[in-house]
């Protein structure tokens, strides 16, 4: 286990703790911005990492749990502390998907991290359901030139080799269909 993803996993311990000893009283409202402040101050001790290293930590951690305000408010600490933190930039284009906002933050992920294919995906993904299939097609061969060989990403590159046959032929096939559809 990478030391990033220790860090992760422990702060998910530590928030699920104390989310269900808090949950016990459901009347009592759970200071949020006391826990975080507790959680940083003992990762800054304990970790070695940078506060936005931290601060991304945390945001990632809110993600995961959906709690989406918080996760935003520490991603964006973050990224105003380490523009380079592409996984910040990324998890901000996720809470904004369907959205130009979104778009833009996928972007600055890929300008953080030229060789993270994920948000190329989701960057021709939201151009295609904006029916801007011209935008979009530069992205999808974008996307599968970076992903090329990442097993992990088998089931997205299926999806647009479809869909940019679907783009470049102008015929619109089943895949791009339903990308289509989930937008209208």
């Keep these: ?99 130009e906002e979104g778009y833009n933050y996928f972007k600055k992920a890929t300008e953080a991290n030229p060789k993270f294919s994920v948000p190329y995906y989701w960057m021709a993904y939201y151009r295609c359901r904006n029916r801007e299939d011209k935008k979009a097609i530069p992205l999808f061969e974008k996307y599968l030139e970076v992903a090329h060989g990442d097993k992990e990403e088998t089931g997205r590159i299926k999806v647009a080799k479809e869909v940019l046959g679907d783009l470049v032929s102008g015929k619109e096939g089943q895949s791009l269909k339903m990308m289509r559809r989930i937008s209208e």
């Design 1 to 99: 286990m990478h030391k990033e993803q220790f860090i992760v996993a422990w702060v998910i311990v530590f928030l699920l703790t104390i989310s269900v000893c808090k949950a016990e009283d459901s009347k009592e409202n759970v200071d949020w911005d006391k826990i975080d402040s507790k959680l940083f101050y003992t990762l800054k001790q304990d970790s070695g990492k940078s506060d936005a290293e931290i601060y991304q930590a945390i945001g990632l951690t809110h993600f995961k749990q959906e709690n989406w305000d918080r996760a935003e408010k520490y991603l964006k600490k973050a990224v105003e502390l380490n523009p380079k933190l592409h996984w910040s930039w990324y998890n901000l284009g996720l809470l904004y998907i369907d959205t």
